[in-house]
């Protein structure tokens, strides 16, 4: 494994810490063999638009990189003057840097995920939903369809904004303007990625039926989708291993999310299974 950090993405101020499979130096040296490349997943841990969780940064992008996937963890500014337009322009940013280094980092510029958790996968579904706003890619100076993910694994996201903190330094009301929208459900479309959602029924924080709504959207616009709600297990899982859980409960089957949705990328992608 190779694991190393980039930091001022796009002239942005954007961290990204990549979990990439080790190639020997012996194998290079072999003029008939070359790695293989291989699809990625940019995880995008929650926030609240505050800080980012840990739990669901290098432990998730090492269960990825265990069944072949180049993984990336993107830290993005959660805090003060940070908002939805911002937060926006910069996981478009960080996509499109991933995928015009492709090359460099071995892996297939059409096969990249963007797995968010709960105010990440808020992040991860609006970017799903509203990458080809009119005047983004211009403004960001990438072409069209370059920060356009090819898959959105969705882990008890949000869907529609929920202020956490009303102290926060921008106000919820200020983070709704111009042309981003913080509610997603209507802005599926055709044009959005495959996606993959999982929950849990006995959480309180995000109920199971907000990301049923979005399944729905999916369905309405013939998007293809996998969606699971395990029946035990609170809010803000991570893996859902002993591990990432804060309590002393861990549930005993939302832990195969994991495989689950490597799975169905691993369909989706057409990425075998022999890594």
């Known amino acids: 494994m ?5 930091r001022s993405i796009q002239n942005k101020d954007l961290t990204l810490t990549a979990y990439m499979i080790e190639y020997p130096n012996t194998l290079w040296k072999n003029e008939y063999w070359q790695p293989q490349e291989r699809p990625a997943v940019i995880i995008l841990p929650g926030s609240d638009y505050s800080h980012l969780s840990e739990k669901e940064s290098e432990p998730v992008a090492l269960s990825f990189l265990s069944e072949g996937y180049q993984a990336f963890v993107l830290n993005y500014p959660a805090g003060g003057k940070s908002g939805f337009i911002k937060t926006l322009e910069d996981v478009s940013s960080a996509l499109w840097y991933i995928r015009s280094n492709a090359e460099e980092f071995r892996i297939d510029e059409d096969k990249i995920a963007v ?7 808020h992040l991860a579904s609006m ?7 009119s ?12 920060n356009k993910p090819n898959a959105l694994i969705l882990a008890y996201a949000l869907t ?8 926060h330094h921008i106000s919820a009301a200020s983070m709704l303007q111009d042309d981003y929208s913080s509610s997603i459900v209507e802005h599926v479309n055709k044009e959005t990625p495959p996606t993959f959602i999982w929950q849990t029924r006995e959480d309180e924080i995000i109920p199971a039926i907000k990301s049923n709504r979005f399944a ?3 369905h309405k616009h013939s998007i293809p989708y996998e969606y699971h709600v395990f029946s035990k297990g609170s809010y803000d899982l991570s893996t859902a291993a002993a591990l990432t859980n804060d309590t002393r409960y861990t549930p005993s089957n939302s832990n195969k999310w994991i495989p689950l949705s490597i799975n169905w990328l691993n369909d989706l992608f057409d990425f075998s299974q022999i890594h």
């Open 2 to 6: 190779i694991t190393f950090t980039i």
């Open 115 to 121: 797995c968010g958790f709960s105010t990440g996968g």
């Open 127 to 133: 970017l799903g939903t509203q990458w080809n706003l």
């Open 135 to 146: 005047g983004l890619a211009e403004k960001l100076q990438f072409p069209y369809e370059g």
């Open 160 to 167: 529609k904004f929920i202020p956490f903190n009303l102290n």
């Open 216 to 218: 729905q959207a999916l």
